[in-house]
């Protein structure tokens, strides 16, 4: 079975830093991958996705990730971290084949961000 | 394009009340609608989904049901609340494929007190 692990609970970084949030999953075939962030009473946003192709991906609100299919990893990374950054974000791995359409969401890490 | 609107967004409801949590889906049809909860610091929590009108699957047993009565209708029910069933609640959509990810509402936090 599908799975997303999201090692670090909660990051804390000072703005203007750069960011790199964590992502391994475990898929026994190419898998999609997704980036979602939430903000504190909100619903999930989708930030990008990698489907194939450049395995480095642009969001939005400046965020990239890149897949290491080596690693199985999507971390997720952004230059400069801004304070309207601070959020909850949430990996996840798709479907890939026929017939299969669930996404496998990671735990989520939290975000903060010091002025 | 597609919209999903979800409410209400807050609820306080006593234990033993009847929930009624409604989604609906604009601007595409057949979708595939999930719905989550989420406590705190417990990530997200697959309670339903549904591939078609009156179709739906349960991914955990608990005081609650789903129905899908219109093709881009979906509602969470309980016949009582618990105070267990407290948390944030996202409804989401997808193509049938589920391959562009999902689109999520902007989710109903329910109190139960």
């Known amino acids: 079975a599908q799975s997303v692990t999201q090692p670090d609970i909660h990051i804390t970084v000072s703005e203007g830093a750069s960011l790199e949030l964590r992502c391994n999953y475990s898929y026994g075939a190419t898998p999609y991958l997704f980036w979602y962030v939430q903000s504190p009473g909100q619903g999930l946003q989708l930030l990008l996705k990698?489907?194939?192709?450049?395995?480095l991906v642009q969001g939005i609100k400046g965020f990239e990730a890149e897949f290491k299919r080596s690693q199985s990893s999507f971390n997720l990374r952004k230059p400069s971290v801004h304070w309207s950054d601070a959020a909850e974000y949430f990996c996840?791995?798709?479907?890939?084949?026929?017939?299969?359409?669930?996404?496998?969401f990671g735990k989520g890490t939290k975000l903060s961000v010091i002025p | 394009s597609q919209t999903i609107h979800q409410w209400p967004a807050t609820l306080v409801q006593p234990v033993g009340s009847p929930l009624s949590l409604e989604c609906t889906v604009e601007g595409t049809s057949n979708p595939n609608l999930y719905w989550y909860r989420q406590a705190a610091g417990r990530g997200l929590q697959l309670l339903f989904y549904?591939?078609?009108?009156?179709?739906i699957s349960s991914e955990v047993p608990q005081n609650l049901s789903a129905s899908r009565p219109q093709d881009r209708q979906f509602i969470l029910s309980s016949k009582k609340l618990l105070l267990s069933d407290s948390g944030f609640y996202l409804c989401?959509?997808?193509?049938?494929?589920?391959?562009?990810?999902?689109?999520f509402g902007s989710g109903t936090r329910l109190t139960v007190v």
């Open positions: 990698y489907f194939s192709g450049d395995t």
């Open positions: 989401a959509w997808s193509s049938t494929t589920g391959l562009y990810g999902y689109t």
């Open positions: 996840a791995v798709g479907p890939s084949g026929a017939g299969s359409y669930q996404l496998t």
């Open positions: 549904s591939v078609g009108i009156g179709q």
